[in-house]
């Protein structure tokens, strides 16, 4: 049976990216809206993650995970939620029996030659490595699916 290795770029901008053989399919971290004193403030849909990570729990040897954490000057209810993403995201793959392996930004940006760049430097070499596959972060907001896609591409690379 063919295995794929998950990425993951946490975050409610963030995605996951499948990757086997070179094959590359991604899946933006889903989310929905609920009203806080009177605002929409947008939060990850757990239910929509569990079941589509269900759905493909077979195929799936291991997830690489980033390892984030806060940002400097980022205020209290930013990393909160931030955090509780994370939490939920990591909560999902392994109750679904995945194994994830986290890996600090600065260690795979290093490999890539990514270390100190911005996001869009991240499609450029996602899109280098995978030119067949460049439609699924030909906009600059799909940055989350090419980090994604190179996460899972180091994860092919450690086994």
């Known amino acids: 049976m063919n295995t794929w290795i998950l990425g993951v ?3 409610l901008s963030g995605a996951m ?3 086997n053989a070179g094959a590359v399919d991604v899946f933006d971290i889903p989310t929905t809206t609920r ?3 009177k605002k929409e403030k ?3 849909d757990p239910y929509q993650l569990s079941a589509w990570l269900e759905i493909q729990r077979p195929l799936i040897k291991f997830a690489v995970v980033e390892q984030v954490g806060t940002m400097p000057g980022q205020g209290v209810t930013s990393a909160f939620n931030f955090g509780f993403t994370t939490g939920c995201i990591h909560g999902i793959i392994a109750a679904c029996g ?3 392996r986290t890996v ?3 260690v795979w940006k290093r490999k890539y030659g990514l270390l100190g760049q911005n996001k869009d430097a ?3 070499e996602a899109s ?3 030119p067949q596959f460049t439609h699924l972060w030909q906009l600059k907001k799909h940055d989350g699916r090419a980090e994604a896609a190179l996460l899972a591409l180091y994860g092919s690379e450690m086994t």
């Open 9 to 11: 770029d946490p975050g």
């Open 17 to 19: 990216a499948m990757l």
């Open 35 to 37: 009203t806080v004193n």
């Open 42 to 44: 947008r939060q990850i």
């Open 98 to 100: 995945i194994e994830i």
């Open 104 to 106: 600090p930004p600065q």
């Open 122 to 124: 991240s499609r450029g």
């Open 128 to 130: 280098r490595r995978f």
